[in-house]
């Protein structure tokens, strides 16, 4: 199998898992209790608490667990809009194309009568702090922008925005899921205010997360109960999984350089190489890119049958096709970046991480071509274009 | 991929059918790119019998699938009996689509019944209104 949909989640690092077995049947206490053995669980959790926030820039009392990416984002939106909404201000800004923890959490906030402004995404899938200069009001309570989009990768210029917010006096939030691990981060020098990360987009097991929130932000409980993590969010902590998050944290930013020098040139050598398939366009930056996302559009055929072919060929990637979502409508993604709906049916996403081979890329270079070729064949929508009973978009 | 059932998956990967015929007798689209699903459906007849049909798809598996199913439904039967194709009998012969599937079972026998139709009227026939 070649495994290469590391953006929706990735294999668990062994590193990660052996950090996590003792905390299940040896060091099993509640780390709420008082004596040793949930005193010992308790050390364990502020110790991957400091560890987690020196791969970030932040400080220990800053990092807030949740149980993944999404929660965190939810918790970091709802919590400064509501404190915003407390000096009379209602008004956020965000991006067209984040992802739908965030859209679906600002949905909300206009239902309790937030106005909402999402800035419009460059074809090259870039949003520029220009734009959020000029967007923002003296009623902004928040701006909330992603780090890395997770289907075409671009690499938002997040400090330069951070540094916006900062003279603006607005916080910051970014949904750094697909960047922390993969990318820099240091929060203080990219002024970022609050940052959701997930660790099973680095190896760590799935089901944890963490949220940090600089020191002096208000955060609401989104789940009420005891006071763990300092009463912001109720629940006994999933000790295992956060030691798991925080060795699997630890390994990717070690090896981050290392890696990504290498990944970089399995990316151009899958760019190269999937651009010589005929109207085709690759979607995102070509170089402000996650160091592993590859995502290409391909004229005259739906993404999900191209996905069922690799998948018989043993290629794990995926697509932002309408079919494969369950919904009627493709990408919001593609369609922020100014793909017809049409060309965003016939996506293909293929992100590799450093388990991936060049012998892998080679093999996904053979097997993509003839695939699409395949269903082009069989498609009327292409043979109108080659006879040029249609036009070519791409 | 347990998405589908082993019979849409057999269609999908060797789909029956698949081309175009150049002088058929009756072609029918169905559906649209907007959608990410366009069916094409090729129809030769021969006395009132479905003597070659081929069909071109731009689509999902299930919609490949359908497609190729239901080619297969209609080949060699009068065209009173092709009439009768349902898009429920097509899914069923699958042994089944995902709910949000059904649609691609929908598109092929609206496919099917534009070709009948444009068939019809190339030939100045009546085109039979299904009997409810």
């Known amino acids: 199998m070649i495994y290469a949909d590391n953006a929706a989640t990735t294999r668990m690092s062994s590193t990660a898992m052996e950090a996590m077995l003792p905390y299940m049947r040896e060091i099993f206490g509640n780390p709420s209790s008082l004596y040793g053995a949930g005193q010992k669980a308790a050390e364990a959790l502020w110790s991957a608490r400091e560890r987690i926030a020196a791969c970030i820039g932040a400080l220990p009392q800053e990092i807030y667990f949740t149980s993944g990416g999404s929660e965190a984002d939810n918790q970091a939106i709802l919590s400064a809009a509501h404190s915003g909404e407390r000096k009379g201000k209602k008004h956020v800004i965000s991006t067209a194309f984040e992802h739908h923890a965030v859209l679906h959490t600002l949905q909300k906030l206009e239902k309790e009568g937030f106005t909402v402004e999402l800035l419009p995404v460059h074809e090259n899938g870039m949003v520029y ?42 916080p910051f939030h970014t949904d750094a899921v697909q960047a922390v691990g993969h990318l820099p981060v240091h929060v ?28 002096g932000m208000a955060l609401e409980s989104l789940i009420a ?10 629940g006994t902590e999933n000790v295992a999984a956060v030691m798991g998050m925080a060795a699997a944290l630890e390994e990717t930013c070690r090896e981050r350089e290392k890696n990504q020098e290498r990944l970089i040139r399995l ?64 990408s919001h993604v593609l369609l922020a970046i100014g793909r017809s709906h049409e060309i965003a049916h016939g996506s293909l996403r293929l992100s590799l991480d450093a388990d991936n081979t060049e012998e892998e890329v080679e093999q996904i270079l053979k097997i993509v071509p003839k695939a699409v070729e395949r269903l082009r064949n069989i498609s009327p929508l292409w043979k109108e274009k080659i006879s040029g009973k249609l036009r070519f978009i791409l | 991929m347990a998405l589908y059932s082993e019979k849409v998956m057999e269609h999908f990967r060797n789909p029956q059918n698949a081309g175009e015929i150049a002088d058929a007798d009756g072609v029918g689209v169905a559906g649209n ?24 798809t731009f689509g999902c598996g299930s919609a490949i699938a359908s497609s190729s199913m239901a080619t297969e439904m209609i080949k060699g039967k009068p065209l009173t009996e092709v009439l009768q194709l349902t898009n429920q009998a097509v899914a069923e012969v699958l042994d089944g689509l995902p709910p949000h599937k059904l649609h691609c079972s929908v598109l092929a026998e609206e496919a099917v019944k534009a070709a009948v139709k444009d068939y019809c009227d190339k030939n100045n026939m009546e085109y039979p209104q299904k009997e409810k």
């Open chain 1, 225 to 234: 109960g005891g006071a763990q993590e300092r009463g912001k969010r109720a």
């Open chain 1, 267 to 330: 990316r151009t050598r899958l760019i190269e190489g999937l651009s010589q398939i005929p109207h085709s366009i690759l979607n995102g930056d070509a170089d402000k890119r996650l160091p592993g996302n590859v995502n290409f559009c391909f004229e005259g055929i739906e993404g999900e049958s191209l996905l069922l072919l690799l998948d018989d060929e043993g290629i794990c990637a995926s697509s932002g096709s309408a079919c494969t979502s369950g919904s009627l409508a493709p």
């Open chain 1, 129 to 170: 702090p220009e734009q959020v200069a000029e967007a923002v009001r003296e009623d902004t309570c928040l701006v909330t922008i992603m780090y890395a989009n997770n289907e075409i990768g671009s690499v938002l210029p997040v400090a330069e925005i951070g540094a916006v917010c900062l003279e603006r006096k607005v």
């Open chain 2, 33 to 56: 790119s907007r959608c990410g699903d366009i069916m094409k459906i090729y129809l030769k007849i021969d006395g009132g019998v479905v003597a070659d049909v081929k069909f071109e």
């Open chain 1, 188 to 215: 203080k020098e990219q002024n970022i205010d609050l940052l959701s990360l997930s660790a099973h987009k680095f190896h760590g097991p799935k089901g944890i997360g963490a949220l940090y929130a600089r020191r």
